[in-house]
T-cell receptor, first 112, second 116 residues
Framework: SQTIHQWPATLVQPVGSPLSLECTVE??????LYWYRQAAGRGLQLLFY??????ISSEVPQNLSASRPQDRQFILSSKKLLLSDSGFYLC???????????FGQGTRLTVV | AQKVTQAQTEISVVEKEDVTLDCVYE???????LFWYKQPPSGELVFLIR??????QNEISGRYSWNFQKSTSSFNFTITASQVVDSAVYFC?????????????FGKGTKLSVKP
């Protein structure tokens, strides 16, 4: 069966520091991968998605970037965090051609 | 533009009551999918159901049931005989085909509290 791992679970970072969140999927090949953010009191917002290695599409311009160095690895990064980057970040995957996405357990990021 | 509205921000019920969570969507696509996800306090989003735009049959899964009505652009979710374990935030979502399949537009969620 497929599983998705996301780490760390929680993170507190100072403003201006870099960020790297990692997500890996097991049990499937060539998944579509996604990064979502859930800010306090708001719904989930799609940040990035990827349909293959090295292919990244950004939905919302921001201080963040994503990379997909391997088929089942998806990384969310920032060179310099802002206070507004605080939130709950969720990685998700779906099968190519399928529509439902399956989510990781999330990373709660607090920028101080 | 695609949009999902969950007008109920929070709902509180007593155990064993039935509760309906509302979801209204907007889309210009003729082919689309609707979803419900559950987010328990642990934070992980749990997939509950997917419905495509061509299938308006209501669906029942145990205590859960879903009512999809294209005429009113609604996809409501009912929990029968609610239990404390149903306490969570529930999200309705819509998928579109502007980019990759699987991109989801989420509503802001409805926080359900079931009290014993």
């Amino acid at each position: 069966s497929q599983t998705i791992h996301q780490w760390p679970a929680t993170l507190v970072q100072p403003v201006g520091s870099p960020l790297s969140l990692e997500c890996t999927v097991e049990g499937t090949s060539n998944p579509n991968l996604y990064w979502y953010r859930q800010a306090a009191g708001r719904g989930l917002q799609l940040l990035f998605y990827s349909v293959g290695i090295g292919q990244i599409s950004s939905e919302v311009p921001q201080n963040l970037s994503a990379s997909r160095p391997q088929d089942r690895q998806f990384i969310l990064s920032s060179k310099k965090l802002l206070l507004s980057d605080s939130g709950f970040y969720l990685c998700a995957w779906s099968l190519a051609g399928e529509t439902e996405a399956f989510f990781g357990q999330g990373t709660r990021l607090t920028v101080v | 533009a695609q949009k999902v509205t969950q007008a109920q921000t929070e709902i509180s019920v007593v155990e064993k009551e039935d509760v309906t969570l509302d979801c209204v969507y907007e889309t210009r696509d003729t082919t689309y999918y609707l979803f419900w996800y559950k987010q328990p306090p642990s934070g992980e989003l749990v997939f509950l159901i997917r419905r495509n735009s061509f299938d308006e049959q209501n669906e029942i899964s145990g205590r859960y049931s879903w009512n999809f009505q294209k005429s009113t652009s609604s996809f409501n979710f009912t929990i029968t005989a609610s239990q404390v374990v149903d306490s969570a935030v529930y999200f309705c979502a819509l998928s579109y085909y502007g980019g990759s399949q699987g991109n989801l537009i989420f509503g802001k969620g409805t926080k359900l509290s079931v009290k014993p």
